[in-house]
C-alpha cells in the first residue's frame, strides 16, 4: 500500500466497465513526437497492467488537469493521431483523450476533443448504470472515444468527477461524462463540425456535466434503459452483488452502478491520485484503503477487507468525503449489481 506521501503521481485506475478506441492515425500511428512527455512517471513507478493487482475491474491512468499541450503530450498520439471515421489501429492513438469544456457551431457549451472534435451521447446508451449500446456498424459511424491502460485524460473545464471509463464488450475502454458514453462522429470532417447534432433524435453533443448540448435543460429524451438496435451490446451488466450487512450510506435508493472513480483525496481533486473500478459482481481496488472520495454513477457497496469482507457500506452515488460516513482510507473492494 502507498502512504499518500509515496503514491505514483496521477494514477487514475479504471474500472473494468472502460473503452479504448480512437482513430487511424495520419502518419501510421508511429509516435513521432518526443520520447517522454513531461510529467510522466519513470517506469518504476508504473501502474500495474490491466487485469493485476486489483483484479479484471482495475485499469490505471492518469486523470490530470489542463490541455494535453499544457501538459507537453507527446506529437501525433493521442487526440492529435485521430483522423475521423476510423478505428484506432495502433495503441499511440489510444495513449491520451482531452476533455475541454467549449463551443462547436451552435453548440455551447459542449465537450471537444484535443483535436477541436465534437464528442457526443446517445440516448440508447444510459448513465446509472453506465453502459454503451452502440458496437458494430454504428460504432465505426460513431467511434467511441477509448483509452489504453497506462493513458491519460486532460480535463479542461470538465470536473474530474465527472468523468469515468467503462468496459466495452469488445474489451476496449470508453470514455464517460456524467456516466454517458461519449463519441466522435464519422462525418465530422474538421473541428468545430457538429453534423451528429441531433442525428436520428438520438444522438446530441454532450456538455461537461454529461447533459445535451443544445437542449433545454431537463428535457430531451435520454434513455434510462438502453434499447440496443442495430450492433447494440447484449446484456445489461448487472450482477448479484454479496448483500452483506453494511449500512445505507446514501438518501433514496439509486439504480446499480458498475462503474466507481476512487480519490485518493476528499472532493475530487483534479490533480490529486485516483483509481477506478468497475464490472460485475465483487471488484478489488489496485490500492487498498487509500480512498477519501468516491464518483459513482449509482448505488453500491464498499469493503474494508479483499473480496467483499469485513465491513461494509452502501452508498448512492458520489460521496465527496468518505470520512462523513466513516469510510475513509478503508476501502479495499467494491460489490456492484
Known amino acids: 500500500m502507498f502512504s499518500k506521501n509515496t503514491r505514483p503521481a496521477m494514477l487514475f485506475t479504471s474500472f473494468a ?4 478506441l480512437l482513430l487511424t492515425a495520419c502518419g501510421g500511428g508511429d509516435d ?21 493487482a486489483g483484479g479484471s475491474g482495475t485499469m490505471d491512468l492518469s486523470l490530470r488537469s489542463g490541455t494535453a499541450e499544457q501538459n507537453n503530450a507527446q506529437r501525433r498520439t493521442g487526440d492529435w493521431a485521430n483522423l475521423p471515421g476510423k478505428p484506432a489501429a495502433k495503441p499511440v492513438q489510444r495513449k491520451w483523450v482531452q476533455l475541454s469544456a467549449g463551443q462547436a457551431g451552435d453548440l455551447n457549451p459542449v ?13 440508447k446508451d444510459t448513465a446509472r448504470p453506465s453502459k454503451s449500446n452502440c458496437a458494430g456498424a454504428c460504432a465505426t459511424t460513431w467511434p467511441p472515444v477509448l483509452v489504453d491502460p497506462g493513458g491519460k485524460i486532460f480535463v ?19 470514455v464517460t461524462i456524467g456516466g454517458w458514453p461519449v463519441y466522435r462522429f464519422s462525418k465530422d470532417t474538421k473541428p468545430g463540425d457538429t453534423n451528429g447534432q441531433g442525428v436520428g433524435g438520438t444522438w446530441f453533443g454532450v456538455t461537461p456535466d454529461g447533459q ?28 448479484g452483488a454479496d448483500q452483506g450487512t453494511g449500512e445505507a450510506g446514501g438518501g433514496q435508493a439509486a439504480a446499480p452502478a458498475t462503474s466507481a472513480v476512487l480519490f485518493d483525496d476528499a472532493n475530487f481533486p483534479g490533480d490529486g491520485v485516483a483509481q477506478g473500478v468497475a464490472g460485475k459482481g465483487c471488484q478489488n481496488v489496485a490500492r487498498p484503503k487509500v480512498a477519501s472520495s468516491i464518483s459513482a454513477s449509482g448505488s453500491l457497496k464498499l469493503w474494508s477487507k479483499a473480496d467483499c469482507k469485513g465491513e461494509s457500506k452502501v452508498i448512492n452515488g458520489d460521496v465527496a468525503d468518505l470520512a462523513t460516513i466513516g469510510f475513509d482510507n478503508k476501502t479495499s473492494s467494491i460489490a456492484f449489481g
Open 17 to 20: 466497465a472502460a473503452g479504448v
Open 32 to 52: 513521432g513526437g518526443d520520447s517522454k512527455a513531461a510529467g510522466d512517471a519513470p517506469a518504476s513507478n508504473a501502474p500495474a497492467a490491466d487485469g493485476q
Open 111 to 123: 465537450v471537444v476533443n484535443g483535436s477541436g472534435f465534437t464528442l457526443y451521447r446517445f440516448d
Open 156 to 174: 479542461d473545464g470538465v470536473k474530474p468527477a465527472d468523468v469515468g471509463v467503462i468496459k466495452r464488450d469488445d474489451g476496449t475502454r470508453q
Open 212 to 239: 445535451k448540448s443544445g437542449q433545454p435543460a431537463g428535457g430531451g429524451t435520454g434513455a434510462e434503459e438502453g434499447t440496443g438496435g442495430a450492433g447494440s451490446d447484449q446484456g445489461s451488466g448487472s450482477a
